[in-house]
T-cell receptor
Framework: KNQVEQSPQSLIILEGKNCTLQ??????????LRWYKQDTGRGPVSLTI?????NTKSNGRYTATLDADTKQSSLHITASQLSDSASYIC????????????FGGGTRVLVKP | EPEVTQTPSHQVTQMGQEVILRCVPI?????FYWYRQILGQKVEFLVS????????KSEIFDDQFSVERPDGSNFTLKIRSTKLEDSAMYFC????????????FGQGTRLTVV
């Protein structure tokens, strides 16, 4: 069964600090891996999309990495801001499945001043 | 910036009643989706729709669910006879193409079945 697991479930960081979120997946073969940001009660918003041949992709202070051999991805947040408080969700698109996406459970990040 | 809009933002309905959740996808997009998120759980795929027909659906999307694109702009999800376990946040999404293209999500409709 295709699964996406994330760690940690939640974390608290101080404003200005960096953090790294982890994602492990069993989806195979896969087309692409995405990271979404979801504010409470809102829809997910895309941060990055990486195909299996890409190792890293950045979007401002967000940098995602992908190791397709070990089926692991990470999302690094640099110089966190209060507005970064949200859930960060790792999402995998199985090959030939289009946008029939498999979602992880998310990591809830709280940035404190 | 174009966005996916959903109405209503919150719907309360009695068990056994029919509900219709509405979505206006981004205007030049061709693929449309419904996802749901039960409180505290992962977002789950329900159905994808292209060229006026369902292209894929999950096990969750049983006979009580249906989707429709009644005109050129709206995309609806109908739940025929709601159950308590249908209470969830329902997200509509759209994408320009299939495959490695970004899916844009709406803000969601929170459905509460009482």
């Amino acid at each position: 069964k295709n699964q996406v697991e994330q760690s940690p479930q939640s974390l608290i960081i101080l404003e200005g600090k960096n953090c790294t979120l982890q994602c492990n997946y069993t989806v195979s073969p896969f087309s692409n891996l995405r990271w979404y940001k979801q504010d409470t009660g809102r829809g997910p918003v895309s941060l990055t999309i990486m195909t299996f041949s890409e190792n890293t992709k950045s979007n401002g202070r967000y940098t995602a990495t992908l190791d397709a051999d070990t089926k692991q991805s990470s999302l690094h947040i640099t110089a966190s801001q209060l507005s970064d408080s949200a859930s960060y969700i790792c999402v995998v698109s199985p090959k030939a499945a289009g946008n029939k996406l498999t979602f992880g459970g998310g990591t809830r990040v709280l940035v404190k001043p | 910036e174009p966005e996916v809009t959903q109405t209503p933002s919150h719907q309360v309905t009695q068990m056994g009643q029919e509900v219709i959740l509405r979505c206006v996808p981004i205007s030049n997009h061709l693929y449309f989706y419904w996802y749901r998120q039960i409180l505290g759980q992962k977002v789950e795929f329900l159905v994808s729709f292209y060229n006026n027909e369902i292209s894929e659906k999950s096990e969750i999307f049983d006979d009580q669910f249906s989707v429709e694109r009644p005109d050129g702009s709206n995309f609806t999800l109908k739940i025929r006879s709601t159950k308590l376990e249908d209470s969830a946040m329902y997200f509509c999404a759209s994408s320009a193409l299939r495959g490695d293209t970004e899916a844009f999500f709406g803000q969601g409709t929170r459905l509460t079945v009482v």
